[in-house]
């Protein structure tokens, strides 16, 4: 790799597990001084007359103070995670012990590692792609079946080796363009142009299926707003506590999210639904159809992605769903009817319901439906299923790129079309390689590269 950032020479040290007291605890060292710096405060062994891929067991000295008692694991470059020399101290999982052992490391020569330096060492020095070491703080970041193995396939290289079919398409074409540059003094009409049309439907199929699968993605990767609305008593505390009761999802932070309302997130097929507590809609709605105008709720439902909207189908008339559904559809809000206590409805009142046919019956307080009202979720949340397999783009930065390789695509298809000469194709298509190469990280600099890693924690 061409691209040198300031500091890349240093051996770095971080803590790779979270601060705070557990078992253990395990500091990385990486870089070339690694074997050097850990021998001087590792007495018992020469570390570096060890084989690679072996543990050391003993106390770790400084100035014939003990710091700890720890187990090494060895490294040698470019068999690591990093590409270089790395050890990685496992010690007592004390906050201070393991201040002290970083400190001692410093001491000799270490510097501490910025957020994500290890994977960025292990992207420049070829032992992932770009794509591949964002995926692995997605893998860090992931809380639900689908972003894991989201994440996972892309980190094992799905999405690159999608990228590099389409890299190596691209390459056929320019090739035939280029063919047929050669003989162009002898006007020949080369590399039929069916063919050449052919492929670029080809690629421009693969390009969109990967820019579609990104609305999937980002649901995979950021889960769902869902807004549960409705009048007061319709249910939808009971609902909430329904849907909590079995699904409630352990979640620490959502990235790219931001957290100014309270929400409650749940986890359904795999995908997180955060359910927002509509208290503040609540205030506002002695009638929520009356209120519909109300800033703050519109507000609220402008940011979720779904609008849940309970009603009491013994209190609600078709007429008010109507006019509910106006407001929706106008503001292009994707939304659910759900019509609850269905337990207790009685003859005439199921009349609102039965002009509203895709409306959802539910019975908060028997939990009936429920199961129908969580696929209705998953379906207006996706279209189709779940399919992990293949790959789904996650990434905004990668969704970018691919959107400007279309565009780019689009000119070569017109400029084939208008007939344009060969080698103005030619510098089309390497525009389309460029934006591959963004992706891939052949294309970079130094900022962006800061920028990229610096969203990861550090120790990894
Ligand atoms: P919220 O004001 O919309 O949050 O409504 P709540 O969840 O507090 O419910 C209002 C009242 O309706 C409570 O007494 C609930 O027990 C009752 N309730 C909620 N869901 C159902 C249901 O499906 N069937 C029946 N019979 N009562 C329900």
Redesign the pocket.
């Known amino acids: 790799m061409s691209i040198h950032l300031s500091g890349w020479d240093d051996t770095i040290v971080a803590l790779a597990t979270p601060q705070g007291i557990g078992a253990i605890g395990v500091i990385r060292v990486s870089g070339k001084e690694s074997f050097h710096i850990l021998n001087q405060l590792f007495p018992s062994k020469d570390l570096t007359a060890q084989a690679s891929h072996t543990i050391q067991v003993g106390y770790l000295k400084e100035d014939d103070q003990v710091l700890d008692e720890v187990v090494l694991s060895l490294f040698k470059g470019p068999r690591s995670y990093t590409g270089e020399d790395v050890i990685e101290i496992s010690c007592h999982g004390s906050p201070f012990i393991q201040e002290q052992v970083i400190r001692a490391i410093t001491k000799k020569g270490a510097r501490l590692a910025k957020p994500g330096e290890f994977t960025q060492r292990a992207f420049l020095n070829g032992k992932l792609d770009l794509a591949q070491a964002e995926s692995v703080a997605d893998l860090i970041a992931s809380n639900t079946e689908a972003s894991r193995k989201t994440a996972l396939h892309n980190m094992r290289g799905g999405f690159s080796s999608d990228l590099k079919q389409l890299r190596e398409q691209l390459i056929r074409f320019s090739a035939m363009i280029e063919l047929e540059l050669d003989f162009s003094q002898e006007d020949v009409e080369f590399a039929d142009r069916t063919a050449l049309k052919q492929l670029i439907d080809e690629l421009d199929g693969s390009i969109q299926q990967l820019i579609r699968s990104f609305s999937l993605g980002n649901v995979i990767r950021n889960g769902v707003q869902v807004a549960i609305i409705?009048?007061?008593?319709?249910?939808?505390?009971?609902?909430?506590n329904a849907l909590l009761n079995e699904n409630r999802a352990i979640v620490s932070d959502i990235a790219g999210t931001t957290r100014d309302t309270i929400e409650e997130v749940i986890n359904i097929n795999g995908i997180l639904f955060r359910l927002v507590d509509t208290a503040g809609i609540?205030e506002h709605t002695a009638d929520i159809i009356e209120q519909i105008g109300v800033a703050k709720s519109l507000e609220k439902m402008n940011a979720s992605d779904i609008v849940l909207y309970?009603f009491?189908v013994n209190e609600t008339t078709a007429e008010e769903l109507k006019a509910f559904e106006q407001t929706l559809k106008e503001k292009n809000i994707q939304y659910l009817l759900v019509a609850?206590?269905?337990?207790?409805a009685k003859l005439g009142s199921i009349q609102a319901i039965t002009h509203m046919p895709y409306a959802i019956s539910?019975?908060?307080?028997?939990h009936?439906g429920i199961d129908v009202l969580k696929q209705a979720l998953t379906q207006k949340a996706i279209s189709g299923d779940v399919n992990t397999e293949a790959t789904i783009v996650t990434n905004a930065r990668h969704y970018d790129a691919l959107l400007k390789l279309s565009q780019s695509l689009t000119d070569v298809r017109n400029g084939m079309h208008d007939q344009v000469p060969g080698d103005l194709l030619a510098l089309d298509i390497r525009q389309c390689l460029h934006y591959l190469g963004l992706i891939t990280g052949e294309i970079t600099n130094e900022d962006q590269l800061d920028f990229i890693f610096s969203k990861f924690c550090i120790g990894k």
């Open positions: 409705g009048k007061p008593n319709a249910g939808k505390s009971t609902l909430l609540r309970l009491d609850n206590k269905t337990d207790t539910i019975s908060a307080k028997t009936t």
